[in-house]
């Protein structure tokens, strides 16, 4: 089949670059913002949040910058590694009624050189 | 633990055939959701549920139903397999159905291919 990587805007980077991905959010209401790193064959797997009373947080080489003025996500990766080769998808999180329901991002494909 | 777990990873069916995607988790989670995965399209809400005996539409819900008689449990029903249902399922679960309990683990994926 089609691999869902197909079709996506991709980054191209060489190993030891720092690489950002962004991401451009809808709903002026989501409270919570996850990024999730997708390897082919293999469900999304999460990799930091942050909320909206936050605009930055850092993890293990990553960061997350949250913009929302404009409504714009980032992922920062430091010293980015062939391993970093993935999709990734910035995920919304909307309240709705005291549920919430999580909408993502059409993703972005990471390719890391060696 | 297992987390999430999806069956069966590959399927093929017939146009108008019907078959269920199972989906089990075992952190006790509250809510459990279905997403389908397009070439360019991201990942799209089917249905979910935020407790046994409580479903929802999600995004994309026509040609599907869902069912939760469990907390562990909810599987997807395709009623009769049309071609556009061709795409990758995958399932999720979230401790909490509010707030920032709704961080997702999915399962592997379901590659279901209609002919």
């Known amino acids: 089949g089609e691999s869902v990587g197909l079709h996506l805007p991709t980054l191209s980077v060489q190993e030891g670059d720092n690489s950002i991905i962004n991401c451009a959010y809808s709903n002026s209401a989501s409270d919570y913002f996850i990024w999730y790193k997708q390897e082919s064959g293999k469900g999304p797997q999460f990799i930091i949040d942050i909320r909206s009373n936050m605009d930055k947080r850092q993890g293990q080489r990553v960061t997350v910058l949250l913009n929302k003025t404009v409504k714009h996500l980032s992922l920062q990766i430091a010293a980015t590694q062939p391993g970093d080769s993935a999709v990734y998808f910035c995920a919304e999180n909307i309240p709705n009624s005291g549920y919430s329901t999580l909408t993502f991002g059409k993703g972005t494909m990471l390719l890391v050189s060696p | 633990n297992a987390g999430v777990t999806q069956t069966p990873k590959f399927q093929v069916l017939k146009t108008g055939q019907s078959m269920t995607l199972q989906c089990a988790q075992d952190?006790?989670?509250?809510?459990m959701s279905w997403y389908r995965q397009d070439p360019g399209m991201g990942l799209r809400l089917i249905h979910y549920s935020v407790g046994a005996g409580i479903t929802d539409q999600g995004e994309v819900p026509n040609g599907y139903n869902v069912s939760r008689s469990t907390t562990e449990d909810f599987p997807l029903r395709l009623l009769s397999a049309a071609p556009s249902q061709t795409s990758v399922y995958f399932c999720a679960s979230s401790y909490s159905a509010r707030g920032t309990g709704t961080e997702a683990f999915f399962g592997q994926g379901t590659r279901l291919t209609v002919v």
């Open positions: 952190m006790n989670h509250e809510y």
